[in-house]
């Protein structure tokens, strides 16, 4: 088994990964900030920059990514999600299908990684484990690492007194965990609100990758101190999308973060 950190998607130890499958997840009304970004041209563009160590798409975006490099000579690694749901079904509890398996991710895209969603939590937790199990399994025979999507939700949080809910810190770090319990080499989780309360997300998974999920748009400074937080808490980065692609100019909050990530530079410094 490869250790991750020999993978292309991690530099020192630390991932920047930058996640363009918003037109599944959430449908095209997440481009209308950035109306360019609806083409997927241009995210292949701004992915090309140096800090991002994995530009993470869904099957068909990864097929044109594929076709794309051969034209541009595009470098950075492909991170295949498996996974996905839209917005538009409205399922009893929280659900993500799988839509592309790793064989194909392996050798007709020659992914670098495979990411999936797990939400723990759910009714479908246990359907999702199970297809987790298979593509866990599958990418260790291909070597590729497993980036787990740990994102807490469903009937099983919202019935239980005990849970506060899925963005507080018992509940991420507990699906953090299960990231590791399942074989996941990092795991993708909402931020807490604290660096203390990423050291617990991050302590919870006793050695296993943990980056932060960007969330909504939110200012420059806003959204480089919980980055920073999340590395000095021993996290290993980002996986980020509307942050950047809603942008006028992503390099600029790109040239930013790859100082936090990867240089260990404050927020201030590099402000
Ligand atoms: P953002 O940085 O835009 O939040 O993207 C990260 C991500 O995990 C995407 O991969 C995914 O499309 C989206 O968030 C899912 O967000 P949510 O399920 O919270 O709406």
Redesign the pocket.
Known sequence: MRPIDDSPITRNGNSLIL?Y??G???GPR?FEPMPASADPKHVFEVAQHDAVTAL?LQKGNAEYYRQWQEENEGDTPLLV?LN?NSNLWDPDDHHSPLNCSVRYAAEELNADAVGFTVYAGSDNEAHMFEEFRRIQEAARKYDLPVVM?A?PRGHGIARRDKWESSTSTDVISYAARIGLELGADMV?C?YPGTREGWEEVHEATQGIKTVM????KASDEDFLTDVHNVVAAGGNGL?????IFQRQNPSELLDKLENVIFEGMSVEEVL
């Open positions: 996640a499958d918003h599944l997840e959430h997440d993470a999600k996905g999507w994102y993708k909402k999920s960007g969330g909504s996986a980020v999308g509307r942050n």
